[in-house]
């Protein structure tokens, strides 16, 4: 098997027993990086990485050391997250040529894992969109559909785990920015519980809409990374209990029969049209979680449409947050204008009321929704979009409102801190190419375990 079919599991084996070097396994994404198509890349650090791999090939002959589990596998890092040395543009024209001068957190525990860094990944502006168009660079795709869009804001991360560059890439999920783009390029993608990933030592929660995390192509490649990000720094705002074992070790636990909550109507927009193939792919992950045993009921909309309002008030005012020079306020692109604009409207009683609502609607959903184990839904409500098609200057407003379409069930789970994860289940023939279909399984707060478990049901069942 070649070097970049492997998961990075693995991958990993390989490298320990020493059928593959970490050299040659980081020379490999190398070139697949630079030979890259997709727009998956923004940076790549050869010289940087490969002095990396050597490091780490040298601390194999260290008989008293113990590699884990994603120990030598590349790993790029999503541009809106710190890596010292290496440029943090955030998608933006006006953070162009920007040096980052620290790591962040999630940098600081995917290098203790031993993973090798090659270069940072495409995002949007801020990380606002949700599909991965930056000024100045090409767009990100699928590889399913060069002419259609991998999603965002991980749009780049997800292009290159799904081309097979990698096999694992750091994302971050604020409304879906993980679930989008695993959707659109048919990848596995998670969104911890909240608290379960630590925004630490540096970076704050803020209203805990944000979890970082990764893109793969297995559910054991994501449990892995869990295992490895999923260690909290002190002053944690937000707190999530360890399981009882490892996150990969879930992924291999049998899973007792469940009760699960089937929804395919839109939820954070009245006016989103539902693809056929969106139903589809619910309805053979319906089939195929009976034929494993679990009960199929219809769950209820955990809120109206209308109490989504509080998501997005507290997305717009959390956009003021970017780090804009003044005096390149209008060299910003209309969507993040127009969302800066609306932050300002919001008073400080405004904003104050809208996180009373966000936690209203927490428990609105947990009343509703905890009667279940789990909660399926598609994960989007069309197929990987067509570049351009979401994205409208002229009408910033109305890019939102196709945003909202697009997406009507990921941002549940960012307001209520719930966990969720895209599988790659289906696939459909949409005007003459064949594309994926994500559906996503929703949990109860801080039941991650079981996620990933019913998870690695479902991909083996599908096989």
Known sequence: MQINEMSALDLSTAIRSGLVGVREATEDALARAHADTLGAFTHICDERALARADELQGLLDDEGFTPGPLFGVPCPIKDLTQVAGLPLEGGTPVLRG????????VVMRLRDAGTVIIGKTATPEFGLPCYTEPEGRPPASTPFDPTRGAGGSSGGAAAAVASKVVALAH??????????????????????SRGRVSKGPLGVDGPGLVSEGVLTRTVRDTAAALDALAQGW??????????????????????QPLRVGVLTEPVITDDAEVHPGALAA??????????????????PKPFDARAWDAFAAIWAVGS??????????????PLTRWLREQGRRYSGQEHAA??????????QTAALWDEFDLILTPTLAQPPAVHG???????????????????????IYNLTG????????????VDGVELPFGVMLGGRLHEDALLIAIAADLEEELG
């Open 98 to 105: 920007n040096i980052a001068t620290t790591d962040d957190g």
């Open 171 to 192: 994302g971050s999920d604020g409304g879906g920015s993980i679930r989008i783009p695993a959707a659109a390029c048919g990848l596995v993608g998670l969104k911890a």
């Open 234 to 255: 002190p002053g944690d705002p937000y707190f999530a209990p360890n399981p009882s074992g490892t996150f990969l070790a879930a992924a291999d636990q049998r899973v």
């Open 282 to 299: 619910v309805e053979k992950t319906v089939a195929m979680l009976r034929e494993l045993g679990h009960e199929i009921v219809a769950a």
């Open 320 to 333: 003021l947050g970017a780090p804009v020079p003044p005096e390149a306020e209008d060299r910003l692109r």
């Open 354 to 363: 809208a996180l009373v609502a966000a936690q209203q609607v927490t428990r």
């Open 389 to 411: 098609s979401l994205r409208d200057d002229e009408d910033p407003a109305e890019d939102f409102a196709k945003q909202t379409r697009f997406t009507p069930w990921t941002s």
């Open 418 to 429: 719930r966990p969720a994860i895209s599988l790659p289940l289906h696939t459909e023939i």
